[in-house]
C-alpha cells in the first residue's frame, strides 16, 4: 500500500510526496530530515491522504497533484476533507 500524501507548510505553500510508511516518512519531516523545502517552511500540517495499491500508480498521481495549481490543490483537498 501506498500513500500519496499532501502537507499544507508554514509559507502556505503544499508539498505533494509519496511513502509506504507515513509515520516514518511524516516523522522524518518533522525531524527536518524529509526534504529540503519542508525543512525550509516548517511546521506543516496533513491535510491530505490518498491510499494507492502499487508504487507507480502512486507516482503518477503524484505527478499529476504536484501539476495542480494552488487553487486546484485547495479544492481537491476540500473535496476530500472527510477523513
Known amino acids: 500500500m ?14 505533494t510526496g509519496i511513502t509506504n510508511n507515513i509515520a516514518k516518512r511524516i516523522k522524518a519531516h518533522s525531524d527536518g530530515k524529509g526534504s529540503k523545502f519542508v525543512r525550509a517552511h516548517l511546521p506543516f500540517i ?3 491522504i ?4 502499487g508504487r507507480s500508480e502512486a507516482s503518477k498521481r503524484e505527478a499529476a497533484i504536484k501539476k495542480l495549481s494552488h487553487k486546484e490543490k485547495e479544492k481537491l483537498i476540500a473535496e476530500t476533507e472527510r477523513w
Open 2 to 15: 501506498w500513500i500519496v500524501y499532501i502537507l499544507k507548510l508554514s509559507s502556505g505553500a503544499y508539498y
Open 46 to 48: 496533513i491535510v491530505y
Open 50 to 53: 490518498e491510499r494507492i495499491s
